[in-house]
């Protein structure tokens, strides 16, 4: 149920990405990536620090992601 939840927000926010559906995405996606940074050994804030850069990199190029599918595999790469 999660998993859907987050690909339908993704999906509305590649859809028309605006700022209602770019705050979505980044209430769900930014605690992941804090989340996945701290497990990476970083303090809380540089782990805060580098998730709002991913999700200034997701709301800047998401126009550049043809396969909409692939958003998670994306955002792990920003």
């Known amino acids: 149920m999660k998993k859907l ?3 339908e927000i993704a999906e509305r926010f590649l859809e ?6 770019f ?3 980044f209430r769900v996606f930014s605690p992941q990536l804090v989340a996945f ?5 970083h ?3 540089i782990a805060e620090d580098l998730a ?3 999700m200034l990199t ?3 190029k998401a126009g550049q992601l043809r396969d909409h599918k ?4 994306w955002l792990n790469k920003c």
Do not use: K
């Open 5 to 7: 939840q987050e690909c």
């Open 16 to 21: 028309q990405a605006d700022d209602e559906s």
């Open 23 to 25: 705050n979505a995405v």
């Open 37 to 41: 940074f701290r497990r990476r050994g």
């Open 43 to 45: 303090e809380n804030g």
């Open 52 to 54: 709002q850069e991913v």
């Open 58 to 60: 997701v709301y800047r």
């Open 70 to 73: 692939l958003f998670r595999a």
